[in-house]
């Protein structure tokens, strides 16, 4: 079988970190290189309840999307949550690799995966990364996606696609906007995305799906999009287009929408290690919800 330096390999080559933002540190996070891989399993957060699902399992190798260790730790004893799940890995021979921002960067990696899963088509990065090995693959790498949909649609029916698309939270879609006017474009950032409010409003898009909207920035964003939208029926802005409010915002469940990537890895992980090894791993996506919230009232 493969070895455990072997399937990190062919993940870094998927997902490469050079994609990672600046503040993230994605990679092998625990876990002895030289260690047989025979199985390989995906989830969103190392909660846990995962860490539980994993082992059962006999899990050789855990890829999630969220890191275990997000900010800067001094310790890992089992004192801790964070430390036990390193005991644990450890003493269970189970290694832990996070993809995160530079999962979401790549290639059918997590923006490509919720874009494509709502339906977009003539897709490109919402914030593209200029990398000659992406280029040369025909393949463009960046944050998010902006496409369009194939038929144009009423705003209400776009967020009931987006909602039937991702896995079942409590905390549920919401949705900001006239839900009878029509969209066409979309703005796809999984993920906390209210930092690129201005990267969404330059690309056009009638829609912005994305995660963790707070009250502020969302509120700014959408008054701004009225604004704009009757400044432009007044025709003081002329030659901007209609008068359509855009964007208009739909937020997801962070887990869930990140979540649709492992529809992709969990075929393309496998056969690339094979293609790397002649070896092909055993692959499951462990549906565990992760999302925080238990009870919506």
């Known amino acids: 079988m493969p070895t455990l330096r072997q399937v990190v390999d062919v993940l870094e080559t998927l997902y490469p970190l050079r994609y990672a933002e600046h503040w993230d540190a994605p990679g092998l996070i625990v876990g002895d290189p030289a260690r047989p891989v025979r199985r390989i399993a995906f989830a969103a957060d190392p909660t846990a309840a995962v860490i539980d699902a994993a082992l059962a399992n006999g899990t050789d190798l855990l890829v999630t999307h969220h890191p275990l260790l997000f900010r800067a730790v001094h310790e890992v004893s089992a004192m801790g949550a964070h430390g036990d799940v390193v005991r644990r890995l450890y003493e269970s021979g189970c290694a832990l690799w996070v993809g995160h921002t530079n999962a979401d960067a790549a290639f059918r990696g997590v923006g490509q995966a919720a874009a494509d899963a709502f339906g977009l088509v003539d897709q490109h990065p919402l914030v593209p990364?200029?990398?000659?090995?992406?280029?040369?693959?025909?393949?463009?790498?960046?944050?998010?996606?902006?496409?369009?949909?194939?038929?144009?649609?009423?705003?209400?029916?776009?967020?009931?696609?987006?909602?039937?698309?991702?896995?079942?939270?409590?905390?549920?879609?919401?949705?900001?906007?006239?839900?009878?006017?029509?969209?066409?474009?979309?703005?796809?950032?999984p993920g906390s995305g209210d930092s690129l409010f201005d990267e969404v409003r330059a690309s056009g898009a009638d829609v912005y799906v994305t995660s963790d909207l707070r009250h502020h920035p969302a509120t700014d964003a959408i008054e701004q999009a009225r604004h704009e939208a009757g400044l432009r029926a007044k025709g003081i802005r002329a030659g901007l287009g209609d008068a359509r409010i855009r964007p208009l915002l739909i937020n997801t469940p962070h887990s869930a929408i990140e979540s649709l990537w492992f529809r992709y890895a969990l075929e393309d992980v496998p056969a690339a290690v094979e293609r790397a090894t002649g070896e092909r791993p055993e692959a499951e996506w462990l549906r565990i919800n992760t999302d925080p919230w238990t009870l919506r009232l």
Do not use: K, N, W, Y
């Open 129 to 189: 990364i200029r990398d000659d090995g992406s280029a040369t693959a025909g393949h463009e790498a960046g944050l998010g996606r902006v496409g369009r949909l194939e038929t144009p649609m009423t705003f209400e029916a776009f967020a009931r696609r987006v909602a039937d698309a991702l896995p079942h939270t409590e905390l549920g879609v919401t949705a900001c906007g006239p839900l009878d006017q029509t969209v066409e474009t979309v703005a796809v950032l």
